[in-house]
């Protein structure tokens, strides 16, 4: 996987074609705006949808992989929770080729697991990747060196995040990494205008319309609940975790590491 230009490219022809499908889902005025969902408008313009919606997306993509190099085990599994497309999934795989590890991603959407499929079906990389449909919470961590949360925990209701990130530690092998990438909100009341002030300027930089950022506002209010940052580090340190850090952050999201 490259970057180049602002925009994320696989070694596959299939996840270029998604990358040319356009997100306007919100470009229209709509009577009504129901929460959002992963379904299958959502599926079809996703990689172009996150990419003009999260500053930094390609690089925490990149860096995900460069990361579960470093602390992926020999012989064990390496998770990708809520892996939608399969972005993280495809930036592992390309780098652990030589260590016998096993890529689970699972994700509860069946539009996207069925693109993620096709994706995964084109990609040249060989480290096995095993797909499976199910709601996150209820998947068992085996044998894990490397578990990657990018952008999925912020959609699980806060009072099953502890015991989520739990079940998570009790599965990974001492060593181990989580990767843990979310929407991020502020103490501050100045500090949270300006994050979301800029990323309301970030979006419009991308073409996105006022009025399409104030739809998907709507829409995604009362299904995406963000934290702050030390909510997250609060409950990683509740949970079992060390080693936190922020290594990546621009405006209101952010990257974490933490170690088992």
């Known amino acids: 996987m490259v970057t180049a230009c602002g ?4 070694s596959t022809n299939n996840f270029d074609v998604y990358m040319s499908k356009k997100d306007a889902i919100y470009s229209k005025a709509l009577d009504s705006i129901a929460d ?12 172009d949808m996150i990419q003009r919606s999260v500053p930094g997306y390609s690089t925490i993509i990149d860096m995900t992989g460069v990361i579960a190099e470093r602390y992926a085990q020999p012989g064990t599994n390496c998770y990708d929770l809520g892996s939608s497309l399969g972005a993280s999934t495809l930036s592992m795989r390309h780098r652990l080729e030589d ?17 993620c499929e096709n994706i995964i079906r084109e990609d040249s990389a060989t480290t096995p ?38 079940s ?4 990974m092998n001492k060593g181990g990494i989580l990767i843990l990438s979310e929407k991020i909100k502020f103490e501050d009341a100045h500090l949270q205008e300006l994050n979301t002030d800029l990323h309301h300027r970030f979006k419009r ?56």
């Open 99 to 115: 260590r016998n590890c096993h890529i689970i991603a699972v994700d509860n959407s069946e539009p996207m697991l069925r693109r």
């Open 205 to 260: 930089a991308n073409g996105y319309s006022e009025m399409e950022i104030s739809q998907k506002r709507s829409a995604i209010e009362n299904v995406l609940i963000p934290e702050t940052i030390n909510d997250h580090e609060q409950r990683l340190e509740d949970v079992g975790f060390g080693g936190f850090d922020v290594w990546f952050q621009c405006f209101n999201f952010a990257s974490f590491v933490a170690i088992k």
């Open 36 to 47: 959002f969902s992963f379904d299958d408008s959502v599926a079809k313009v996703f990689p």
């Open 7 to 10: 925009k994320m490219l696989f």
């Open 168 to 171: 998570i530690f009790d599965g």
């Open 129 to 166: 990747v095993e797909l499976r449909q199910a709601d996150m919470r209820d998947v068992i961590i085996e044998n894990a060196s490397v578990v990657v949360l990018n952008f999925t925990l912020q959609f699980i209701p806060p009072e099953d995040r502890n015991a989520f990130l739990g």
